[in-house]
């Protein structure tokens, strides 16, 4: 190998490595944020009667194809897929819900059952990174099948709404649609691509593109160049079915008597195309661009369309980021559990032994939390560590300690002297020293 050939080589061998674009890291001094929501979430789930279930993140790329359809951003534009080493075409997730149903279809769920499911983890959109909108991104998703509603529609939104007074999330707005059946959906489709043919020269390439397509997806448009001619566009609740229509009424009557603030958004349309009658979204203006915090709605004819019994679902996915930055915000971030006890270890015989009753505490005391000093240190380094740790006392343990069957205690965060406990009565003692006015449990 050439000199500069070698030089080059060595020298990407040796560069940093930087994470892929739009894919960040969570570090430990972020992470409270997110225990915080998902601790909450998980909770407030169970109560509500929801299961956990947990779906691949890589699925059959015609999965999406079907459910969320070939003319959205999102099969378009967004997804990661390949073509693995058996010749299948596979996709990373891009939402969660339609590999939920295809959960319950491959395993035989349905057959007139109800079910009521949650799952939480990564989604993967290959779209610019910007502030709120990452290429890998994490969802809490919930969703309500083998009930038609609209009960389950008023308790979702019940639920993601004290879902933020738990968080002490305050300032979302909640906005709610009705996108009726796919028949009157198809009667108003046909009114809608005469009204921007009318007006074709107006639109701009991807409504144009979307017009032949899907132009409900034209409703959606962030081009700003596009709003007037948007807001002249027929309304959708204006060529409801009877039924969607007096489902939603029951719908927005419920919200009323629970006293959730709305605003009905008849542009509201969401991006996936399985979605019928019932949408809504939560929505801030702390977040810049990216306002949407927790969007959903019914996708009554989904299973179906991938192949299962009919059976209607509701659903709705939160985006994590999002919260987390609402959440900090809020000043409602709680830090990370300090110690309660740093154990400092000087000499050899002290060292050897230290592990082993760090464990026997841990046994004795299940509910505190200890932090042996590793990797050696003299003392004012292990002290030092000791005070980062945020732990209330410092036990020591040295070899003359060790030699005479005895442990140091000493508080780390208020003025008071050093005391000494006997190794067997070292669980007392530690418990004694905790509830004194230096660390309230």
């Not at 059952?113 to 610019?128: A, D, N």
């Not at 046909?190 to 043919?197: A, D, I, P």
């Not at 017009?211 to 962030?222: A, M, T, V």
Request: charge should be neutral.
């Amino acid at each position: 190998m050439s000199c500069p050939v070698r030089a080059r080589v060595e020298s990407e061998l040796t560069q940093e490595i930087q994470p892929v674009r739009g894919m960040n890291d969570v570090l430990p001094t972020e992470i409270g944020a997110w225990q915080t929501i998902e601790g909450a979430a998980r909770a407030l789930l169970a109560a509500y009667g929801y299961q956990e279930i947990r779906i691949p993140v890589l699925e059959r790329t015609e999965l999406f194809k079907r459910a969320i359809g070939e003319y959205t951003d999102v099969v378009e534009k967004e997804m990661y897929t390949f073509v693995d080493l058996g010749g299948d075409s596979l996709t990373l997730r891009p939402e969660a819900t339609a590999g939920v149903m295809r959960a319950l279809i491959s395993n035989g769920m349905l057959r007139g059952q109800r079910h009521k499911l949650w799952c939480m983890g990564p989604m993967f959109r290959h779209e610019k990174p910007q502030k709120g909108r990452y290429r890998q991104f994490h969802q809490i998703n919930v969703e309500a099948v083998g009930m038609p509603g609209p009960d389950v529609d008023v308790e979702l939104v019940a639920l993601t709404a004290r879902l933020w007074r738990r968080l002490g999330i305050e300032g979302l707005r909640l906005e709610v649609n009705s996108l009726g059946s796919p028949e009157a959906r198809h009667a108003y489709r046909e009114k809608l691509v005469e009204y921007f043919r009318a007006r074709y020269e107006r639109l701009d390439a991807d409504s144009r593109r979307r017009l032949e397509g899907n132009p409900l997806r034209i409703l959606d448009s962030k081009n700003p160049d596009l709003r007037e001619l948007i807001d002249g566009a027929p309304v959708l609740t204006d060529h409801l079915d009877p039924q969607s229509r007096e489902h939603f009424q029951v719908l927005c009557a419920s919200l009323d008597g629970l006293g959730i603030p709305f605003r009905v958004n008849p542009r509201l349309v969401r991006g996936l195309d399985y979605y019928s009658r019932t949408v809504f979204e939560w929505i801030t203006d702390a977040l810049g661009a990216q306002d949407a915090v927790c969007s959903g709605g019914r996708y009554d004819g989904l299973i179906a369309q991938l192949g299962g019994e009919a059976t209607p679902g509701i659903g709705f996915a939160m985006g994590v980021e999002r919260l987390v930055a609402l959440l900090t915000q809020a000043g409602r971030v709680q830090p990370s559990p300090a110690a309660d006890v740093y154990i400092v270890v000087s000499g050899s015989r002290a060292t050897a032994s230290g592990v082993a009753l760090a464990e026997r505490l841990r046994d004795e005391l299940p509910s505190r939390r200890f932090e042996l000093n590793l990797g050696g240190g003299n003392f004012k380094a292990q002290f030092r560590r000791a005070d980062r740790s945020g732990a209330a006392i410092a036990l020591i343990l040295g070899d003359d300690e060790l030699e005479r069957g005895v442990a140091s205690l000493k508080p780390l965060r208020r003025e008071a002297g050093q005391s000494e406990s006997p190794l067997p009565d070292l669980a007392a003692a530690i418990e004694a020293a905790l509830a004194g006015p230096a660390g309230q449990p």
